[in-house]
């Protein structure tokens, strides 16, 4: 059974700089497709950024493409999310996921984390 928790987020103003870390245990963290995924109020949950098993592909949506980057702790067995230039709109309770294809991570099926909040003001 493989079990995820986030943790790293927090207030801070636009512009700022958070970092998210979800930790991975029962299962390497290479071996599953991995992504984070947000949802802000009134709004459905949306991907933000993946991994390919074995962490050398990554994919982002376009709005965090270039502000945005995942990427694999295998030491620590834990899926990082760095995010800079952050702005109000990016508000959110943000998710870790694990799955075993490509395909079952977009369709946002296997398994999740509880969520960490991310909150930037204006």
């Known amino acids: 059974q493989v079990q995820l928790v986030e943790s790293g987020g927090g207030s801070v103003q636009a512009g700022g700089s958070l970092r998210l870390s979800c930790a991975v245990s029962?299962?390497?963290?290479?071996?599953?497709?991995m992504g984070w995924f947000r949802q802000a109020p009134g709004k459905e949950r949306e991907r933000v950024a993946s991994?390919?098993?074995?962490?050398?592909?990554?994919d982002y949506a376009a709005s965090a493409s270039g502000r945005f980057t995942i990427s694999q702790d295998n030491a620590k067995n834990t899926l990082l999310l760095q995010m800079i230039s952050l702005k109000p709109e990016d508000t959110a309770m943000y998710y870790c996921?694990?799955?075993?294809?490509?395909?079952?991570?977009?369709?946002?099926?296997?398994?999740w984390g509880q969520g960490t909040q991310v909150t930037v003001s204006s």
């Open positions: 996921a694990a799955a075993g294809s490509l395909r079952e991570l977009f369709l946002m099926s296997g398994y």
């Open positions: 029962g299962a390497p963290v290479s071996s599953y497709y």
């Open positions: 991994i390919h098993a074995g962490g050398r592909t990554t």
